[in-house]
């Protein structure tokens, strides 16, 4: 029996997310998110035609008559949504049943749901927090043209670190001086694009670079990045950029000599920091830098607190750096502090849904037998996926991130019963490679079987960019919409208002 046929003839009401609202609804695995799913379908904020993905009208589902004034649709980029991004994830797995039953290829494909109002909270948050320091956001976090779109809107810069990252924001329409060229070690024609495309604030660590600048780009405006302490950070990005201070005094009198203009210092404290206090220490040796840079006879006005921040930890970080740019900077009312956030803005906005393709079990698992003793903290079942770590879970490898899979959709419903009773498994992706595992160890429901679905939440930063097609495995692509909590509205608004 193949798992559509499970999935109509068990529960098809539960596929219909509009009117099963009190099942679904108690069904949400997630608390805080319980309240708004909840309210929106009971008061019926999700008419069906407006959750529907439009790709999938063909498969009989309802138009609306509805029409709301502040539609938002940006020629080239994939419909936007409204609604809860539950929803979305729940539609997104209905519409494979569809796309199944009309025999499509690929027809469980993994997705990603992507929520911009929790970009806009982010930043909302950060504004009040940091209220001094404008962010340029890092785009290699995640590249995304809606996420780029929506923080240009809003009035962020953009950290680049290629040409190709630079003219993707240009294209948006965004102002040059908006840019950092936040790589310290740039190839010369990138310095030659750069200067030709207005972009003069630039990253340098070493004297190679100075006089690549110095040939290329003469006028740039230059921030010399320092290494700080980054043995607190997921990523050490230590190991590769960052002048030492004792080398600063010779880089800054080289640049000097070079006619070059160097305004100000960067650091980046290493990226997922998880401990706050990495800042205050990079702050003091930023003040330390600008002593050399008044040594030199330049006069800083520019310091670049980087990236490294938090979503759990954010609070505690600004504090941190709140106190220690008051500390370090007392006078500061020529200094403009800027940072480069990335997995901040867009960690959470970002829900990946995996259909569960393959499953490898032993006898005694399969057979249902009681009386064979299993460890209940050992694997003893295998689940692959639809995605694994040459596409979206690249984060594993390259982030050092370790992501726990929820239960979407188990045996044809969205009711996934806590009391259901549950078994140790490992998690797979879906290329012929061993090294492809999602999740080692996950205590999933024993009923867990192919065809049901599995997903992640923070799965935003530094995943979809990084993302392989390898052993012919697509990228997983991603469903759009404003969200239902607060900020929807305002997304709708600043995207609509956008003239780049
Ligand atoms: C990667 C990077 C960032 C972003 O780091 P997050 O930890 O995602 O905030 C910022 N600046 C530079 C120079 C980077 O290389």
Same mark, same amino acid.
């Given at each position: 029996?193949?798992? @559509?046929?499970?999935?109509?003839?068990?529960?098809?009401?539960?596929?219909?997310?509009?009117?099963?609202?009190?099942? @679904?609804?108690?069904?949400?695995?997630?608390?805080?998110?319980?309240?708004?799913?909840?309210?929106?379908?009971? *008061?019926?904020?999700?008419?069906? +035609?407006?959750?529907?993905? #439009?790709?999938?009208?063909?498969?009989?589902?309802?138009?609306?008559?509805?029409?709301?004034?502040?539609?938002? +649709?940006?020629?080239?980029?994939?419909?936007?949504?409204?609604?809860? &991004?539950?929803?979305?994830?729940?539609?997104?797995?209905?519409?494979?049943?569809?796309?199944?039953?009309?025999?499509?290829?690929?027809?469980?494909?993994?997705?990603?749901?992507?929520?911009?109002? +929790?970009?806009?909270? !982010?930043?909302?948050?950060?504004?009040?927090?940091?209220?001094?320091?404008?962010?340029?956001y890092?785009v290699?976090?995640n590249p995304d043209p809606y996420v780029l779109r929506l923080l240009a809107?809003?009035?962020?810069?953009f950290? =680049?670190?290629?040409?190709? $990252?630079?003219?993707q924001v240009?294209?948006l329409?965004v *102002?040059?001086?908006?840019?950092?060229?936040?790589?310290?070690?740039?190839?010369?024609?990138?310095?030659?694009?750069?200067?030709?495309?207005?972009?003069?604030?630039?990253?340098?660590?070493?004297?190679?670079?100075?006089?690549?600048?110095?040939?290329?780009?003469?006028?740039?405006?230059?921030?010399?990045?320092?290494?700080?302490?980054?043995?607190?950070?997921?990523?050490?990005? /230590?190991?590769?950029?960052?002048?030492?201070?004792?080398?600063?005094?010779?880089?800054?009198?080289?640049?000097?000599?070079?006619?070059?203009?160097?305004?100000?210092? +960067?650091?980046?404290?290493?990226?997922? =920091?998880?401990?706050?206090?990495?800042?205050?220490?990079?702050?003091?040796?930023?003040?330390?830098?600008?002593?050399? /840079?008044?040594?030199?006879?330049?006069?800083?006005?520019?310091?670049?607190? /980087?990236?490294?921040? $938090?979503? %759990?930890?954010?609070?505690?970080?600004?504090?941190?750096?709140?106190?220690?740019?008051?500390?370090?900077?007392?006078?500061?009312?020529?200094?403009?502090?800027?940072?480069?956030?990335?997995?901040?803005?867009?960690?959470?906005?970002?829900?990946?849904?995996?259909?569960?393709?393959?499953?490898?079990? #032993? &006898?005694?698992?399969? *057979?249902?037998? !009681?009386?064979?003793?299993?460890?209940?903290? !050992?694997?003893?079942?295998?689940?692959?996926?639809?995605?694994?770590?040459?596409?979206?879970?690249?984060?594993?490898?390259?982030?050092?991130?370790?992501?726990?899979?929820?239960?979407?959709?188990?045996?044809?419903?969205?009711?996934?019963?806590?009391?259901? #009773?549950?078994?140790?498994?490992?998690?797979?992706?879906?290329? =012929?490679?061993?090294?492809?595992?999602?999740?080692?160890? %996950?205590? @999933?429901?024993?009923?867990?079987?192919?065809?049901?679905?599995?997903?992640? $939440?923070?799965?935003?930063?530094?995943?979809? =960019?990084?993302?392989?097609?390898?052993?012919?495995? $697509?990228?997983?692509?991603?469903?759009?919409?404003?969200?239902?909590?607060?900020?929807?509205?305002?997304?709708?608004?600043?995207?609509?208002?956008?003239?780049?």
């Amino acid at each position: 029996m193949s798992q @559509l046929e499970i999935l109509t003839a068990h529960c098809p009401v539960d596929f219909d997310v509009v009117s099963c609202s009190p099942p @679904l609804a108690s069904s949400l695995p997630r608390s805080h998110h319980e309240k708004y799913l909840h309210n929106a379908l009971v *008061n019926g904020l999700f008419p069906s +035609s407006h959750i529907v993905h #439009p790709q999938d009208n063909s498969y009989g589902l309802k138009n609306s008559d509805r029409h709301y004034d502040d539609e938002v +649709s940006i020629p080239g980029l994939p419909p936007l949504h409204r609604g809860h &991004p539950d929803v979305h994830l729940r539609q997104g797995v209905m519409n494979a049943l569809h796309l199944s039953a009309a025999g499509e290829p690929d027809a469980e494909k993994a997705f990603f749901v992507a929520d911009l109002s +929790s970009v806009y909270r !982010q930043h909302e948050r950060w504004k009040k927090l940091l209220p001094e320091i404008e962010p340029y956001y890092a785009v290699k976090c995640n590249p995304d043209p809606y996420v780029l779109r929506l923080l240009a809107a809003l009035g962020t810069g953009f950290d =680049c670190a290629s040409n190709g $990252e630079i003219n993707q924001v240009l294209e948006l329409g965004v *102002n040059p001086e908006r840019i950092i060229f936040a790589n310290p070690c740039k190839a010369n024609s990138f310095i030659r694009s750069a200067a030709k495309a207005g972009v003069d604030m630039m990253t340098f660590d070493n004297t190679d670079e100075l006089y690549k600048i110095a040939r290329t780009h003469p006028r740039a405006k230059l921030v010399v990045r320092i290494l700080t302490d980054d043995s607190k950070s997921l990523c050490r990005l /230590g190991l590769k950029f960052g002048a030492p201070l004792v080398t600063v005094p010779a880089l800054l009198a080289k640049a000097r000599e070079l006619r070059l203009d160097v305004g100000g210092v +960067s650091f980046h404290v290493g990226s997922g =920091c998880y401990d706050s206090s990495a800042f205050s220490d990079a702050v003091m040796r930023a003040r330390a830098a600008f002593d050399m /840079g008044k040594e030199a006879g330049y006069d800083f006005n520019l310091l670049d607190v /980087g990236g490294g921040f $938090e979503d %759990a930890t954010f609070e505690r970080t600004a504090a941190v750096l709140t106190e220690s740019i008051d500390q370090y900077f007392p006078q500061r009312e020529h200094i403009r502090i800027i940072a480069e956030p990335g997995r901040y803005y867009v960690s959470k906005a970002f829900s990946l849904a995996t259909n569960i393709i393959a499953r490898r079990a #032993p &006898p005694s698992v399969e *057979n249902a037998q !009681q009386d064979v003793e299993i460890d209940p903290e !050992q694997p003893s079942v295998m689940y692959y996926i639809n995605d694994g770590v040459y596409g979206a879970f690249n984060c594993i490898l390259f982030d050092h991130q370790k992501p726990q899979p929820y239960v979407l959709s188990l045996n044809g419903s969205f009711h996934v019963p806590s009391s259901a #009773p549950t078994r140790a498994a490992s998690v797979w992706g879906p290329t =012929c490679d061993s090294l492809d595992c999602v999740c080692p160890l %996950a205590q @999933l429901p024993a009923a867990l079987q192919v065809g049901d679905w599995l997903a992640f $939440e923070n799965m935003g930063a530094y995943t979809v =960019c990084a993302a392989s097609q390898f052993n012919g495995f $697509e990228v997983s692509r991603v469903v759009y919409t404003t969200g239902a909590g607060p900020g929807a509205a305002e997304v709708r608004e600043a995207l609509r208002a956008f003239q780049g």
